[in-house]
Structures are given as structure tokens and as C-alpha cells.
């Protein structure tokens, strides 16, 4: 089906395309700086920008990074001018969370666009401010009426390909702002921890890539400044941080954010690493993780300190955030005929069964951080996602999915759809127990995208354990190819108030639609 472009009304998006933009532009460094250039004033500086993330129809929960010490003040309005502001007194910044802090806002209007501004206050005089930062955002419909649309994608600086200052830094996070959505789900690689940053690179075609560099992108990361000078990488571009100060994000993780395909209890032989134990280096990442982003369950909003999560987003829309690594076991060959680990964990799987169940909205999207039917080898002979090239019955992680997907269909679950990146292209995969070994479950679709900044690879083979029919596949025919040959990929979801149909479109920088297809509501798998 033909996409369907939808405009933004405006009594619900007062989108602030030219003094939103212009007034965040104050305090952001350029795409091309090494760093931000610090206050020389003795006023903290947010040249980092803000973030918003997890927003509901009532709540959100604001980010900041200060240069130094500094208490952290939250404004937020109906209006650009301000009137009527309520402030929202935030933490004290300091060395203890690399500068950074959060705010969580509560009882906000459903469905309304809320414009924010963040200024920082010197921790001793109150009156010594630096120069707010601003950004907005809309919360979540309370009405189905209103509609959703969201973006999605992964995997940012990896393989070499940084922020190149030559052809704009990161533009299409430009050009995904610009398309308005309601938030960005970033499925995983938020970093490439594992992944040096070289000054620059030649291209096969003997054009010379250029990257932004910084010390921490020099060596893998080990330390806890390693990891967090990584997060901070990304923020040097100008791009992102305006798409930050206009659209919400959901942040889910995956492998690079610690090393390429770790799993817990892992010992490592790789000469780049000095500290071999893995659960060490994923304590230090989940810790800069923490403190870089707005996820409401690892900053005490919603209760607990974990990434998987349900982001409610009114009538039409439950997201499920999975956490496809903390709670897996080793990659192996996958070929167990008792697997209760998987790569969910006995009880992610149990509470993903239990929100599921508990949900009432049309639209159940399970943000995955891994494909479940494309092989993904580690190495010659172990499997690093579900699937692991044997046709038959479940085996492996695949017992767990198993059980999930013959769940769903005996409790009657409706409108589930997968979503995730990882694989570096773009894909539509429709799963159905007649073309499938395990026949237990009812339909469904998994759409794949990205990566939105690192090399793209040629596709994966399918499993045919769940039965996919791959519909729809763009991927190059060699390995790491640059975002300067081939462009980024993202995906987009409209999901209309009035019919409640759900759309999926998976494009490419430069405004191309590649693929797009129409689902129904109401339907059991899909």
C-alpha cells in the first residue's frame, strides 16, 4: 500500500522549527569541534544539549550535562514565551555522574506539545546561572483519536565511520526531525564502545573519509571514562542534538554499547583488552549508560534499575523495550532441547508475558534488540541472536520464543509487531506457522532498519523454525560499506486514530519510502 503522508495539525504539533532550533543552537557546539567550548565565565555550561525520554501522557524525564558543579532547574510551558512557566527544581550535578542528572516531570496535560527550558545554577549562588538550554516535546494522546507516529533505527559510529564534518556530521537525524514524530526508539548500539575512531579513512573508491575524533574513541573502552567519553562522542554533533531538543527518545541497548557480542560471565582473549572479565566492562558501560540517557526504570521513576520496560503511549500504542543481553546465556551452537535461560531470561520472559497480557492498547509493538528468524553467527560455530541455522524444531533461544509466540496466540494477544535493528540493512520478514517447523502460534511481522551512522552489510540468512517470508530486503553486497556510499536507514510507524490501522514505512536518507505495508487491528500475532 502506498504511504499515507499525515500533517501535523496545529493545535497539536507547534512544532518549533525556527527559534527552538535557533535558541538550542546558542549553547551547542558545531558538528566539526573536538569538544564543547566550556563557559569561561564561571556559569555552567549545558553545551551537550537536552534529552527528553519515556514520555507518557502525564510524565517525561529531562537529561542535561553541565561542564561543572551545578544544580539543575527545569522550566516547562504551554508557550515558547514562557507564561505561565512551572519549575521543576533538579539534582545537584557533579563528578559522581560524569555532570549529568535528570529531572522527572509529572501531571503534565495528555496530548499537548510542552516546551521545556534547563538552566544551570552555580551549587553556591543561585542567582549565577549559565545560558538555558531549550527543547519540547508532546505527550501522549489521551485520546485514540489522535493518532501515533514514531521513528525507529540503531547503531550509531560504528565500524570506523564516525561523525564526518565534510558531509554535515550526522544529517539524518536532521532530516528525522523534520519529519515531526511523536519519539525515536533507538534500538540498540547507541555506541560502538569497541569500535576506534580514526582520523581518517580511505575509501575503495579512494575518497578519504573524515571523522571527528576525541582521546576516548582512540582504544576500546575499558574504563568508566572511556565509557563515558563514548556517549559523549555522539553528542559533539550538532544534528543530534537538535533532534534531542525536538524529539523524545526510548533507548534500548545491545552488544557495541559494551564489546561485539558479549554475554554475561564472558572471559575475554582479545589482545585490545586489558580487563578480560566482561561483566566488569558491562558494569562500567551500563553506569555511563545510566547517566547519558533518560530511561525512566534505571533512574527510579517507574521502580527497579533495568532497561527492559513498557512505554504507554495512549490507547493505540504499548511499547515493550526488551533487554535481549543482560539475562542471556552464552553464545553457543544453539542446539539445547532445554533452554530455560535463552536470551530473555526466565524472568524478563515472565514479566514480557505478564505486560503483555495486562495491556489494553490496539497496538503492542516489542522493540527486540535482536532479529529473531535472521542467523547471526559468532564465529564459526556459535549463533549470537535466536536463530540458529537449523530449520527444525525449536532449539536453543529459540525455545524461549517458542513459548512467548504460543502465548501470545492462547491468551488472544492482538496487534503484536517486532521491531529491531542490529543487522545493518533493511528488511520485512512476515512469519506464519504453514511455512514454519514450530506451528504453534498465530502470525506475525518483524521489520528491521538501520544503521542510522556505521558501515552496512549483506543480509543474513533466514531460519525457517517460525516460518519467515522475507517480503521485503535492501542490503549491499559487501561488507561495511560508509554512510558516504550508501545512505542511512531509519523506519517510520503511523498508526491512525480514526481507523486504527498500523503503518510501516522503511526508508533511506534522502526522503525515499523503500517499502510500506498496512496492517489490520484487532488480530491475534498480525
Known amino acids: 500500500m502506498p504511504s499515507r503522508p499525515r500533517f501535523p495539525s496545529p493545535d497539536r504539533r507547534t512544532v518549533l522549527r525556527g527559534s527552538l532550533a535557533a535558541s538550542a543552537a546558542l549553547a551547542l557546539p558545531v558538528a566539526g569541534a573536538a569538544a564543547p567550548a566550556f563557559a569561561r565565565s564561571g556559569r555552567p555550561d549545558a ?42 527544581h533538579g539534582p545537584l550535578l557533579g563528578p559522581g555522574t560524569d555532570f549529568t542528572g535528570t529531572t522527572p516531570l509529572y501531571g503534565l496535560p495528555p496530548g499537548e506539545q510542552v516546551h521545556y527550558r534547563v538552566t544551570l545554577a552555580a551549587p553556591d549562588d543561585a542567582r549565577r546561572t549559565g545560558e538555558a538550554v531549550y527543547g519540547t516535546f508532546r505527550t501522549a494522546p489521551a485520546r485514540r483519536r489522535d493518532g501515533v507516529r514514531f521513528l525507529w533505527s540503531g547503531d550509531i559510529a560504528g565500524q570506523g565511520w564516525g561523525i564526518n564534518p565534510d558531509i554535515g556530521g550526522y544529517r539524518v537525524y536532521d532530516e528525522m526531525r523534520r519529519l515531526d514524530p511523536d519519539f525515536f526508539l533507538c534500538s ?25 575524533t576525541t582521546e ?22 550538532d544534528n543530534l542534538r537538535r533532534f534531542n531538543a525536538q524529539v523524545p527518545s526510548v533507548i534500548q541497548w545491545d552488544d557495541h554499547e559494551v564489546r561485539n557480542n558479549w554475554y554475561p560471565g564472558q572471559i575475554l ?52 523495550v526488551l533487554d535481549m543481553r543482560t539475562f542471556r546465556n552464552a553464545n553457543s551452537p544453539g542446539r539445547q532441547a532445554d533452554d530455560t535461560t535463552g536470551i530473555l531470561g526466565a524472568e524478563q520472559l515472565a514479566w ?15 522493540a527486540a534488540d535482536m532479529p529473531l528468524g535472521l542467523v547471526v553467527a559468532d564465529g564459526a560455530t556459535n549463533f549470537e541472536a535466536v536463530a540458529q541455522g537449523d530449520p527444525g524444531a525449536p532449539l536453543g533461544r529459540e525455545l524461549q520464543i517458542a513459548e512467548l509466540l504460543r502465548f501470545i ?29 514450530f506451528k504453534d502460534f498465530a502470525p506475525f511481522w518483524e521489520f528491521v532498519t538501520g544503521p542510522l551512522a556505521a558501515g552496512q552489510f549483506p543480509s543474513n540468512a533466514l531460519d525457517g523454525t ?30 491512525d486514530g480514526d481507523s486504527g490501522e498500523l503503518t510501516v514505512r522503511l526508508r533511506e536518507q534522502g526522503g525515499s519510502v523503500l517499502f510500506s505495508t498496512t496492517l489490520q487491528p484487532g488480530r491475534v500475532g498480525q
Open 352 to 366: 514480557l508475558k505478564r505486560e503483555l497480557s495486562k495491556s489494553r492498547a490496539v497496538w503492542k509493538v516489542i
Open 188 to 212: 540498540g548500539d547507541n555506541i560502538y564502545a569497541d569500535g576506534v575512531i580514526e582520523p581518517s579513512v580511505t575509501l575503495p573508491d579512494g575518497r578519504v573519509w573524515r571523522n571527528v
Open 216 to 237: 576516548e574513541k582512540a582504544k576500546v573502552a575499558e574504563t568508566l571514562a572511556e565509557y563515558r567519553g563514548n556517549f559523549r562522542y555522539n553528542l559533539l554533533d
Open 466 to 495: 517460525f516460518g519467515p517470508d522475507q517480503v521485503f530486503v535492501q542490503a549491499p553486497d559487501r561488507a561495511n560499506v560508509s554512510p558516504m556510499e550508501t545512505p542511512s536507514l531509519f523506519g517510520e510507524v503511523d498508526i
Open 269 to 320: 582473549d582479545d589482545v585490545r583488552y586489558t580487563e578480560k572479565n566482561v561483566d566488569v566492562l558491562a558494569a562500567r558501560s551500563m553506569r555511563a549508560f545510566r547517566e547519558y540517557f533518560p530511561v525512566s526504570t534505571l533512574h527510579g521513576t517507574t521502580g527497579g534499575d533495568r532497561v527492559h520496560r513498557v512505554v504507554r503511549h495512549g490507547p493505540l500504542l504499548d511499547l515493550f
Open 47 to 88: 553545551a551537550w544539549g537536552v534529552q527528553v525520554g519515556d514520555v507518557t501522557s502525564s510524565t517525561a524525564l529531562v537529561w542535561v550535562r553541565s561542564d561543572r558543579p551545578a544544580r539543575m532547574v527545569v522550566e516547562t510551558s504551554a508557550t515558547e514565551s514562557f507564561r505561565r512557566a512551572r519549575t521543576w
Open 409 to 437: 496466540k492462547h491468551r488472544r494477544i492482538t496487534g503484536t509487531v517486532w521491531l529491531t535493528a542490529d543487522v545493518h540493512y533493511t528488511s520485512a520478514q512476515h512469519y506464519a506457522p504453514e511455512r514454519a517447523a
